[in-house]
């Protein structure tokens, strides 16, 4: 059998999968997630019906799994590799296997990708889109919007406004943004100012993380969610926007503490903390249990001494970032940064972020000027975001989120 007859049956499997799927008592569950969507990494609950692939000896499935891997770069073509580790169990774990972290081969393929370092040499270019009557924001994988409106999306987020405080709510799927999700991604939430924010992961970001429990940010009662849903909220990033008191114009200056990421790992032979998996939750057979309809008026109970959690990088420097500062353009009598042609509209939004270092550091001087984060504005909603190493989509995604809110006291 030729490799296109191969990749033209899983492309089949892939459409049978999604035919079972909606035939299923979760049709309505299914008929709201897009092509675009990434769907969460669970194992299925039920075997699906595998035909002539059932029984492929490793050697020629790891083979076949490494070729479709090599061959589908981008998206949605892409899609072939998921729907592989759909079908069983065998499939599933040499799929995972073959499959490289966003760091390593530069490319976005499991939901877990998105809570992975992103590359070390050519940023991932992303780009957002800003629905102004929801209050939501979609964050798409790709240099700009295409013409037929397939992209794949990688995070949504809902902002809610607050008495004292912002929050936008991420998540893998725009049409839920519920905090007892399996969907739930994390949380942006601002102070009373909007001067700082904090950003808080569904989910430790390594897998060895988690070492004190009881000193976590709790996003529900015990008795009121299933146990198969992650009932805690961890701190990983604290942005800060520095006050305008005497109100001149300029660009925004701000801060972002990177509470999980070390400055080794910007240095030479560090590394960042790369979670191989969701919580348990997400890879239980017994996952389709329903959740508790309980209220969420409890969420987010903070307890005291959250900011040195274990998910703190303790005994090491954090490494915190900074904005590029921009320069002052005597003709065209604004301030300019050099975004290579991806951002073409002015804008307070805008932003490069680069480490901020110190000469004891040791960090190469090509580390230092390395853009890590760059976001803005390229038409009427629609702002690109470029992230790489040692940042993931995730929270690329939240910082850039926190520059759509409003902050009077910072301009």
Same mark, same amino acid.
């Given at each position: ?155 949504? #987020?809902?902002?809610? $406004?607050? /008495? !004292? ?6 998540? =893998?799927? @725009?049409?839920?943004?519920? &905090? ?50 992650? #009932?805690?909220?961890? $701190?990983? /990033? !604290? ?6 008191? =005497?109100? @001149?114009?300029?660009?925004? &200056? ?57 998910? !703190? ?13 921009? &320069? ?84």
């Amino acid at each position: 059998m030729s490799f296109k007859s191969i990749v033209r049956e899983l492309r089949e499997m892939k459409d049978g999968i999604g035919n079972i799927s909606r035939r299923g008592p979760e049709r309505k569950h299914w008929s709201n997630r897009t092509r675009s969507h990434i769907v969460p990494d669970v194992a299925l609950s039920d075997p699906i019906e595998q035909g002539q692939w059932a029984n492929l000896p490793p050697e020629l499935l790891l083979d076949i799994i490494r070729r479709v891997e090599e061959s589908e770069e981008s998206w949605p073509a892409r899609s072939v590799i998921v729907f592989s580790a759909s079908v069983c169990k065998s499939w599933r774990e040499i799929t995972k296997e073959i499959v490289r972290t966003p760091e390593e081969c530069g490319r976005i393929t499991f939901p877990i990708s998105l809570k992975q370092p992103g590359p070390r040499e050519s940023p991932i270019q992303c780009f957002i889109k800003r629905d102004r009557a929801n209050s939501v924001f979609r964050l798409y994988v790709g240099m700009a919007p295409s013409e037929n409106e397939r992209d794949k999306l990688l995070l949504a #987020a809902k902002k809610i $406004r607050r /008495a !004292t405080s912002t929050e936008f709510v991420i998540s =893998l799927v @725009t049409d839920d943004f519920s &905090r007892a999700s399996n969907t739930y991604a994390g949380k942006l939430r601002s102070n009373f100012l909007g001067t700082k924010f904090s950003i808080y992961d569904s989910q430790p970001p390594s897998d060895v993380a988690i070492q004190q429990p009881g000193r976590l940010n709790r996003r529900f009662h015990a008795k009121q969610v299933s146990p198969r849903v992650p #009932a805690c909220n961890y $701190r990983v /990033a !604290t942005i800060s926007y520095e006050l305008n008191v =005497l109100r @001149t114009r300029g660009p925004r &200056r701000m801060h972002c503490a990177m509470h999980s990421i070390p400055l080794s790992s910007i240095q030479e032979g560090g590394t960042a903390p790369t979670p191989k998996s969701f919580p348990q939750s997400f890879d239980d057979k017994s996952f389709s249990a329903p959740l508790s309809k309980a209220k969420e008026s409890a969420t987010d109970i903070s307890l005291s001494g959250f900011s040195r959690s274990a998910v !703190t990088v303790t005994s090491q420097e954090l490494l915190v970032l900074k904005n590029k500062a921009p &320069r002052w353009h005597e003709q065209l009598q604004c301030w300019c940064l050099n975004f290579k042609g991806r951002v073409t509209v002015a804008s307070v939004k805008n932003f490069q972020l680069v480490a901020a270092v110190d000469p004891s550091h040791n960090v190469p001087v090509a580390e230092q000027e390395k853009v890590i984060l760059q976001f803005g504005k390229i038409g009427k909603d629609i702002f690109t975001m470029d992230y790489r190493y040692p940042l993931s989509a995730f929270q690329a995604f939240a910082i850039c989120l926190s520059s759509f809110d409003t902050k009077p006291a910072c301009e």
